[in-house]
């Protein structure tokens, strides 16, 4: 029996497996099959790239405040044979089947205090949002196996405590980032009022997806639905705005966290614009003065 059918063999025990632990558990599997061909377009038009990759996400709440989330890609690189000693610094043809731990860890919300939550294990630990290249995000190392992927990054190996200030906005809740910079939309429905989008992040973030509704009228969120990695929706924010002279303003905010039950509201009173400062009233002289 030749590698590919032992890798074809197992991969199949372990769909399986997984698939039997889904309806015994209610473990949540999700996953995506990806094939990436590459062909040089000069001399004899060779192979630059063959990658064929089998994403699987596994999510379990272990109880009501903690859950495990892993995601495992089984990957077949390249075209196998070694004919050459150079094909010896070649991954895909010395090892062209492969199963890779991208993610793993147990997340434990309310840990020691209702304001910690623990992230231990294998994880990708976000620090800010840019489009591509983002300085502040270097908790993770680059995965530069494929170059043309640029910005892919392996996860660490980690403890990761968060702590938040008596509420229920996450730092990624917070973040003073455009939406069209953060997120990819997609126009799902069209109601009375409201546009229905929903956005997927460009880059990692706390959620896998969020569901906004924007007023027809100012085109500003109403509501935003927010959901995990499991497709589960944890966080709600409603919106309340109001109009100060020529501007849309954000006057409440209230967040509910659906997993603990608890809302927090944001108020934002006493707000002015025009009041007739420019830009040489925040230059650093200034500020000294």
Same mark, same amino acid.
């Given at each position: 029996?030749? &590698? =590919?059918?032992?890798?074809?063999? !197992?991969?199949?025990?372990?769909? #399986?497996?997984? &698939?039997?632990?889904?309806? +015994?558990?209610?473990?949540?599997? #999700?996953?995506?099959? !990806?094939?990436?061909?590459?062909?040089?377009?000069?001399?004899? *038009?060779?192979?630059?790239?063959? +990658?064929?990759? !089998?994403?699987?996400?596994?999510?379990?709440?272990?109880?009501?405040?903690?859950?495990?989330?892993?995601?495992?890609?089984?990957?077949?690189?390249? @075209?196998?044979?070694?004919?050459?000693?150079?094909?010896?610094?070649?991954?895909?043809?010395?090892?062209?089947?492969? @199963?890779? $731990?991208?993610?793993?860890?147990?997340?434990?919300?309310?840990?020691?205090?209702?304001?910690?939550?623990?992230?231990?294990?294998?994880?990708?630990?976000?620090?800010?949002?840019?489009?591509?290249?983002?300085? &502040?995000?270097? @908790?993770?190392?680059?995965?530069?196996?494929?170059?043309?992927?640029?910005?892919?990054?392996?996860?660490?190996?980690?403890?990761?405590?968060?702590?938040?200030?008596?509420?229920?906005?996450?730092?990624?809740?917070?973040?003073?980032?455009?939406?069209?910079?953060?997120?990819?939309?997609? @126009?799902?429905?069209?109601?009375?009022?409201?546009?229905?989008?929903?956005?997927?992040? =460009?880059?990692?973030?706390? *959620?896998?997806?969020?569901?906004?509704? $924007?007023? =027809?009228?100012?085109?500003?969120?109403?509501?935003? +639905?927010?959901?995990?990695?499991?497709?589960?929706?944890?966080? +709600?924010?409603?919106?309340?705005?109001?109009?100060?002279?020529?501007?849309?303003?954000?006057?409440?905010?209230?967040?509910?966290?659906?997993?603990?039950?608890?809302?927090?509201?944001?108020?934002? #009173?006493?707000?002015?614009?025009?009041?007739? !400062?420019?830009?040489?009233?925040? &230059?650093?002289? =200034?500020?000294?003065?």
């Amino acid at each position: 029996m030749n &590698t =590919k059918n032992i890798f074809l063999i !197992l991969l199949l025990v372990t769909v #399986s497996s997984i &698939t039997n632990a889904q309806e +015994e558990n209610s473990l949540k599997l #999700s996953g995506d099959i !990806l094939t990436d061909q590459r062909l040089l377009l000069k001399d004899d *038009y060779n192979w630059a790239w063959n +990658e064929n990759r !089998l994403s699987l996400k596994l999510d379990k709440q272990i109880s009501g405040e903690s859950k495990f989330y892993s995601e495992v890609w089984v990957r077949n690189i390249g @075209l196998p044979g070694i004919v050459k000693s150079s094909d010896l610094y070649n991954k895909g043809i010395v090892d062209p089947y492969n @199963l890779e $731990i991208r993610e793993a860890y147990v997340q434990v919300n309310g840990f020691l205090s209702k304001n910690i939550d623990m992230t231990i294990g294998r994880q990708q630990i976000v620090w800010g949002t840019a489009d591509k290249l983002n300085p &502040t995000n270097n @908790l993770n190392p680059y995965d530069l196996e494929d170059i043309l992927d640029f910005g892919r990054k392996r996860g660490s190996d980690a403890i990761n405590l968060q702590y938040y200030i008596s509420n229920d906005f996450s730092y990624d809740n917070m973040e003073s980032v455009l939406f069209s910079v953060k997120y990819t939309p997609k @126009l799902t429905k069209t109601e009375t009022n409201v546009f229905v989008l929903e956005l997927t992040p =460009k880059g990692k973030s706390d *959620y896998s997806k969020v569901i906004a509704h $924007i007023n =027809k009228t100012n085109y500003y969120p109403e509501k935003m +639905e927010y959901y995990d990695k499991a497709g589960n929706k944890i966080k +709600e924010a409603k919106y309340t705005f109001k109009k100060i002279g020529n501007y849309w303003n954000a006057a409440e905010i209230e967040m509910t966290d659906l997993k603990k039950n608890h809302t927090t509201k944001m108020q934002m #009173s006493d707000v002015k614009y025009d009041t007739g !400062l420019t830009d040489d009233d925040f &230059t650093v002289r =200034k500020f000294k003065q």
